[in-house]
């Protein structure tokens, strides 16, 4: 019986206007999470190979016709680099069972990304598969008839089942449609990592209200310890935490409630938000020069000890996985929700979540050895995810998870908790607001900009985009 991580459907009004993004890579990913590890990610010591045997095996429905197709898959991963593993695993080990199949696989930077898909639909040259931005990017690929019905796909070739309910609800809401145009590549959940010895030696317990977590601060900070890191110089890093303050007190959809004009970033909620992010860096809780700390530094920060909280996603166990970076050890680093202020508004079991960067189909190219193709991918992506980096990549799966690494269980027990869920800041906001947003909050962490300016760059953005 296949696993389900959940079980959950997140309907439109749990999370309206999940953003793109592929799970932020711990090292250098912009706002719209371009590229890198999207989920938890087991040690070397786990990783093997899924053999032909495994695939065959895992394969259900009509016998494959064998028909003869080379496709073309555009990605920004290299082919021996996370997703592209994962994508080339599949491909190679469905040449098995299909010989007359063949692919080329180009790679294309994360940020060339949206460029080259904007080029080659202009001359209807949209590759047969490509990664591409769940949500707004692909609206105007939908509309332009560019990009296949996926549901239509997974209905005709009988493996809609293989779809995890809750990545197929999110990636539906961000584009707004009953149907599905794009294929997930992780499933992840967001929140605080908090380094346990750190936490132990200020006396401070783990917060689950916002109250409680601002007293956190202030303890760690009592206590000699920085209390947060932050990639202030990756920019979304820090959005993500107003946007965590903005949902809890102004409720899961109030980010799309200021896109669609139903409410301005400027009302006294979304200004307090933001005020809150620099009220913890005029307090000192960053640190020194946080505009100048990556996120990956950050992360490094929490794992050695240098600051006892991060927020970052389910991805961050791919960097504690790593014995050699890890200096907190298999056990020393912890994950905790984002704090709740009435659980009326956002409860403790909403979670932050994404479905990575996702691959659509271009509707030009396609065909039934491609729809074939198509059903072994989401019939082996969870198995081959799962079994070859641990991770979960918003597909049902049947290998045992049991052998994982603590941090995978932790991830993955923390997704069984999620009952609703919510998106980060940029989600439902244009490319143009979206870079405001993103370019200014460096201003607002180094108090050069006020939380009331701030949002009015953001306003000012809105309002410039919707003339």
Same mark, same amino acid.
Request: aromatic share 10%; net charge negative.
């Given at each position: 019986?296949?696993?389900?991580?959940?079980?959950?459907?997140?309907?439109?009004?749990?999370?309206?206007?999940?953003?793109?993004?592929?799970?932020?890579?711990?090292?250098?990913?912009?706002?719209?999470?371009?590229? #890198?590890?999207?989920?938890? +990610?087991?040690?070397?010591?786990?990783?093997?190979?899924?053999?032909?045997?495994?695939?065959?095996?895992?394969?259900?429905?009509?016998?494959?016709?064998?028909?003869?197709?080379?496709?073309?898959?555009? #990605?920004?991963?290299?082919?021996?680099?996370?997703?592209?593993?994962?994508?080339?695993?599949?491909?190679?080990?469905?040449?098995?069972?299909?010989?007359?199949?063949?692919?080329?696989?180009?790679?294309?930077?994360?940020?060339?990304?949206?460029? @080259?898909?904007?080029?080659?639909?202009?001359?209807?040259?949209?590759?047969? &598969?490509?990664?591409?931005?769940?949500?707004?990017?692909? *609206?105007?690929?939908?509309?332009?008839?560019?990009?296949?019905?996926?549901?239509?796909?997974?209905?005709?070739?009988?493996?809609?089942?293989?779809?995890?309910?809750?990545?197929?609800?999110?990636?539906?809401?961000?584009?707004?449609?009953?149907?599905?145009?794009?294929?997930?590549?992780?499933?992840?959940?967001?929140?605080?990592?908090?380094?346990?010895?750190?936490?132990?030696?200020?006396? &401070?317990?783990?917060?689950?209200?916002?109250?409680?977590?601002? #007293?956190?601060?202030?303890?760690?900070?009592?206590?000699?310890?920085?209390?947060?890191?932050?990639?202030?110089?990756?920019?979304?890093?820090?959005?993500?935490?107003?946007?965590?303050?903005?949902?809890?007190?102004?409720?899961?959809?109030?980010?799309?409630?200021?896109?669609?004009?139903?409410?301005?970033?400027?009302?006294?909620?979304?200004?307090?938000?933001?005020?809150?992010? /620099?009220?913890?860096?005029?307090?000192?809780?960053?640190?020194?020069?946080?505009?100048?700390?990556?996120?990956? +530094?950050? %992360?490094?920060?929490?794992?050695? %000890?240098?600051?006892?909280?991060?927020?970052? =996603?389910?991805?961050?166990?791919?960097?504690?996985?790593?014995?050699?970076?890890?200096?907190? =050890?298999?056990?020393?680093?912890?994950?905790?929700?984002?704090?709740?202020?009435?659980?009326?508004?956002? %409860?403790?079991?909403?979670?932050?979540?994404?479905?990575?960067?996702?691959?659509?189909?271009?509707?030009?190219?396609?065909?039934?050895?491609?729809?074939?193709?198509?059903?072994?991918?989401?019939?082996?992506?969870?198995?081959?995810?799962?079994? *070859?980096? %641990?991770?979960?990549?918003?597909?049902?799966?049947?290998?045992?998870? #049991?052998?994982?690494?603590?941090?995978?269980?932790?991830?993955?027990?923390?997704?069984? @908790?999620?009952?609703?869920?919510?998106?980060?800041?940029?989600? +439902?906001?244009?490319?143009?607001?979206?870079?405001?947003?993103?370019?200014?909050? /460096?201003?607002?962490?180094?108090?050069?900009?006020?939380?009331?300016?701030?949002?009015?760059?953001?306003?000012?953005?809105?309002?410039?985009?919707?003339?």
């Amino acid at each position: 019986m296949k696993r389900k991580v959940l079980s959950v459907f997140l309907t439109a009004a749990m999370a309206v206007g999940m953003l793109a993004g592929c799970g932020s890579s711990a090292s250098t990913a912009s706002g719209s999470q371009s590229a #890198s590890t999207e989920a938890v +990610t087991a040690s070397s010591t786990e990783t093997a190979s899924v053999t032909s045997e495994t695939s065959a095996t895992a394969a259900t429905g009509d016998t494959d016709p064998q028909m003869k197709k080379k496709i073309k898959i555009l #990605s920004i991963w290299a082919e021996d680099n996370d997703n592209g593993v994962l994508i080339n695993q599949i491909c190679n080990d469905y040449k098995k069972v299909n010989p007359n199949f063949d692919y080329e696989y180009e790679y294309v930077a994360s940020d060339d990304l949206k460029q @080259k898909i904007a080029t080659l639909a202009a001359s209807n040259d949209l590759p047969d &598969v490509f990664v591409y931005e769940s949500g707004k990017p692909i *609206v105007d690929l939908i509309n332009a008839d560019q990009i296949v019905d996926i549901s239509d796909v997974l209905k005709k070739y009988n493996c809609a089942d293989y779809i995890e309910p809750s990545a197929e609800s999110l990636l539906t809401t961000l584009s707004q449609t009953d149907d599905l145009y794009d294929l997930p590549l992780g499933l992840n959940i967001e929140g605080f990592w908090y380094n346990k010895a750190l936490f132990q030696k200020a006396g &401070v317990e783990v917060p689950s209200t916002w109250d409680e977590f601002d #007293s956190a601060l202030k303890k760690l900070k009592d206590a000699g310890i920085q209390p947060l890191a932050c990639g202030g110089a990756d920019k979304w890093g820090a959005t993500r935490l107003i946007n965590a303050y903005t949902v809890r007190t102004l409720g899961p959809d109030a980010m799309k409630k200021a896109a669609d004009g139903d409410a301005k970033y400027t009302d006294a909620g979304y200004v307090a938000a933001a005020q809150k992010l /620099q009220d913890w860096a005029n307090a000192g809780y960053f640190g020194q020069g946080v505009t100048t700390v990556d996120m990956n +530094t950050a %992360g490094t920060m929490l794992m050695t %000890g240098k600051a006892a909280m991060f927020y970052n =996603g389910s991805w961050f166990t791919s960097n504690l996985n790593d014995t050699s970076a890890n200096a907190a =050890g298999a056990d020393g680093i912890g994950f905790f929700n984002i704090p709740v202020q009435d659980e009326s508004i956002s %409860g403790a079991d909403s979670y932050s979540m994404n479905c990575g960067n996702i691959l659509c189909l271009g509707k030009a190219k396609y065909d039934d050895a491609t729809g074939w193709f198509v059903k072994y991918f989401v019939e082996h992506m969870g198995d081959t995810a799962m079994t *070859v980096q %641990g991770s979960v990549k918003g597909y049902t799966y049947t290998a045992d998870t #049991s052998k994982a690494t603590g941090y995978t269980q932790l991830v993955l027990q923390e997704m069984a @908790k999620a009952k609703s869920s919510f998106t980060w800041y940029e989600a +439902t906001m244009g490319s143009e607001v979206s870079t405001v947003a993103q370019e200014n909050v /460096q201003s607002l962490l180094n108090g050069d900009m006020s939380a009331q300016d701030y949002m009015k760059s953001i306003q000012d953005a809105s309002d410039s985009q919707a003339e």
